[in-house]
């Protein structure tokens, strides 16, 4: 590792990375031109070339992901776990309300659902929405309708997650980790 200063005044250094000779030796404090423009280089794409900072080429940054493959595999399945975390955070919809897919409430509605179906239930049934407010369930058909949603929405969001971290486990390039996260981001 190599540390860029700016010319004049006094900052932190930046960390440098290179595969490059340069004309600093490793672990060597250098003063740059470029300090500024070098702060809005991610640090592992930041390249001494003779003497000169740059940001690297995206074919310098592919050798560099490709050789952290492991790691961004790592990186992108837990972006679609939190990606999940925020899908099952919104909820689903149902009569006009929105309703939790947490843990704990996703419990109560599929423990009414076999309930009903072992041994019944009295109805009108009494849900809470996402805000918390009161739902009725008048009647078994409904009950089943609104479980039917719920789970419907729980397995688009797992099973599009399940594809992903499919692909992403499979990749042999970085750009195909690349089109998984894109197509996280855009999951709804």
Known sequence: MKIAIPNSGTYDGVKLYTNRS?????????????????????????IVDDGVIREMTQDEKDVVDQANIENLRALTVSQVEVKNQELAAAGFSFGGKVFSLAPFDTSIWIGMEVGNILSGLTFPQGI?????????IPDAATLHAFYAAGMTRW????????????TVQAAESISVIRQAIDDNNART
């Open 155 to 166: 397995k688009e969001i797992f099973d599009g997650a399940g594809t992903l971290k499919n």
């Open 128 to 136: 809470e929405t996402a805000d918390r407010e009161s739902y009725s």
């Open 22 to 46: 340069t004309p600093f030796p490793e672990n060597a404090i250098h003063p740059v031109n470029n300090f500024t423009a070098l702060l809005a280089i991610p640090e592992q794409y930041r």
